[in-house]
């Protein structure tokens, strides 16, 4: 240890300081991330003894993917001449948005009745949840141009969250359940083979448990 080189510090005062490695062929990447209070984050790439700031807003969310970068807005961010909404989630190309060349895209922006409650990616799609009236929305999402499909075989007015996605490959898990369907009704995403096209396969359905109703003496 003493003859370990130190890369990267924060300060005494930081929440947090945390390193992160990505051996994805092709887009291997070590980020480092320095915490300065609970709701601001500075993060930074390493190459080689260069560390290069990531300059999106510090209280906003950053996940890298390939060849993306995602920003998930807490709140409003004004740049150039536009605005982005608190709630939004903006792509951008990664090494351009670090050259400062990108053109940034709103792959998803609240409204009044719906809000950005869980996203993950499988190798190459975004799969996001929305809350839609408290109502569930699933939808896969094609990196580049951005366009948003619905992913079929969903029960509606229901609850659906993301259980578990490769990133590597093409398979994600989602878990439904709702008033009107069985609970914890997990399902599983994947592209048609060969096709542009999601095909949903149900792994299994739990039936609900029943309960002894009590008998007033």
Same mark, same amino acid.
């Given at each position: 240890?003493?003859?370990? +080189?130190?890369?990267?510090?924060?300060?005494?005062?930081?929440?947090?300081?945390?390193?992160?490695?990505? @051996?994805?062929?092709? &887009?291997? @990447?070590?980020?480092?991330?320095?915490?300065? #209070? &609970?709701? =601001?984050?500075?993060?930074?790439?390493?190459?080689?003894?260069?560390?290069? *700031?990531? #300059? !999106?807003?510090?209280? !906003?969310?950053?996940?890298?993917? @390939? $060849?993306?970068?995602?920003?998930?807005?807490?709140? #409003?961010?004004?740049?150039? /001449?536009?605005?982005?909404?608190?709630?939004?989630?903006?792509?951008?190309?990664? %090494?351009?948005?670090?050259?400062?060349?990108?053109?940034? $895209?709103?792959?998803?922006?609240?409204?009044?009745?719906?809000?950005?409650? $869980?996203?993950a990616w499988t190798r190459d799609r975004l799969f996001l949840v929305?809350?839609? #009236?408290?109502?569930?929305?699933? %939808?896969?999402?094609?990196?580049?141009?951005? !366009? @948003?499909?619905?992913?079929?075989?969903?029960?509606?007015? !229901?609850? /659906?969250?993301?259980?578990?996605?490769?990133?590597?490959?093409?398979?994600? &898990?989602?878990?439904?359940?709702? &008033?009107?369907?069985?609970?914890?009704?997990? *399902?599983?995403?994947?592209?048609?083979?060969?096709? =542009? $096209?999601?095909? /949903?396969?149900?792994? *299994?359905?739990?039936?609900? +448990?029943?309960?002894?109703?009590?008998?007033?003496?």
């Open positions: 240890m003493t003859e370990a +080189q130190t890369l990267f510090e924060g300060s005494r005062s930081d929440v947090l300081v945390a390193a992160s490695v990505d @051996r994805t062929p092709g &887009f291997e @990447r070590t980020l480092l991330r320095r915490a300065v #209070d &609970f709701f =601001n984050d500075e993060v930074y790439e390493l190459r080689g003894d260069e560390l290069i *700031r990531i #300059d !999106a807003p510090t209280d !906003a969310t950053l996940s890298v993917h @390939r $060849q993306w970068l995602l920003i998930e807005l807490r709140t #409003d961010w004004s740049t150039g /001449t536009a605005c982005y909404p608190a709630g939004s989630l903006v792509a951008a190309d990664y %090494e351009k948005f670090l050259a400062g060349t990108a053109s940034l $895209q709103v792959v998803f922006e609240p409204d009044e009745h719906t809000c950005l409650h $869980q996203y929305t809350l839609a #009236d408290v109502a569930s929305r699933v %939808e896969a999402v094609t990196p580049g141009s951005w !366009a @948003r499909q619905p992913v079929p075989g969903l029960p509606t007015a !229901a609850t /659906t969250v993301i259980a578990a996605a490769d990133d590597t490959g093409d398979e994600i &898990f989602l878990d439904s359940s709702g &008033f009107d369907t069985r609970p914890a009704a997990a *399902r599983h995403y994947r592209r048609a083979a060969g096709r =542009n $096209q999601i095909r /949903t396969v149900v792994l *299994r359905r739990r039936k609900p +448990q029943r309960h002894t109703a009590f008998r007033r003496i």
